[in-house]
T-cell receptor, first 114, second 118 residues
């Protein structure tokens, strides 16, 4: 079955520290991969996406993610976290056939300590 | 960039009443829109796909008669929660797929509508 797992429900980091949010997927083929961020009461904003090519993708707000086929992972990283990064982060996968229907992980809540 | 507007952002209703949520693509046409439901502190679950000019496609386990979806035009999709009950309280989010080089998988999300049924 197709699924997305974000092992960490809640993560707390200090401002200025580095961040890594984990995402593992189960899919029949290499899917399209996404990271979205959701601030309280807001819709989702796309941080970055991977379709093909370079496995290290850069996104907005200084985020990057690395696709590792052998590990079925697409972890999100940021070298230095800012207080404004506190939010809910969702990893998602989509079919290469481009249906537009995404499967989301459970989400990781990021708390940033001053 | 593409903008999807959702209205209302927050609605409170009494049990047994119906509530309509609108989703509009402001600067582009969307022949397809997706409706997601999000429970507190949980992930988004796809409820249905609305298609302009034809019936919506519902995901397994979603009650078609409870959640009526209409895609009236190329810029408007509506979700009506009929005879709402407290268990229908949730955050409902619509989205529209991208076009061109962005691909249909790059979704633009509305800000969501929080429904509270008393």
């Amino acid at each position: 079955a197709q699924s997305v797992t974000q092992p960490d429900i809640h993560i707390t980091v200090s401002e200025g520290a580095s961040l890594e949010l984990r995402c593992n997927y189960s899919y029949g083929a290499t899917p399209y991969l996404f990271w979205y961020v959701q601030s309280p009461g807001q819709g989702l904003q796309l941080l970055l996406k991977y379709f093909s090519g370079d496995t290290l993708v850069q996104g907005i707000k200084g985020f990057e993610a690395e696709f590792k086929r052998s590990q079925s992972s697409f972890n999100l990283r940021k070298p230095s976290v800012h207080w404004s990064d506190a939010a809910e982060y969702f990893c998602a996968v989509g079919a290469p056939s481009n249906t537009g229907k995404l499967i989301f992980g459970q989400g990781t809540t990021l708390q940033v300590k001053p | 960039g593409a903008v999807v507007s959702q209205h209302p952002s927050w609605v409170i209703c009494k049990s047994g009443t119906s509530v309509k949520i609108e989703c509009r693509s402001l600067d582009f046409q969307a022949t397809t829109m997706f409706w997601y439901r999000q429970f507190p502190k949980q992930s988004l679950m796809l409820m249905a796909t609305s298609n302009e000019g034809s019936k919506a496609t519902y995901e397994q386990g979603v009650e078609k008669d409870k959640f009526l979806i209409n895609h009236a035009s190329l810029t408007l999709s509506t979700l009506t929660v009929t005879s709402a009950h407290p268990e229908d309280s949730s955050f409902y989010i619509c989205s529209a797929p991208g076009t061109g080089t962005a691909g249909a998988n790059v979704l633009t999300f509305g800000a969501g509508s929080r429904l509270t049924v008393l």
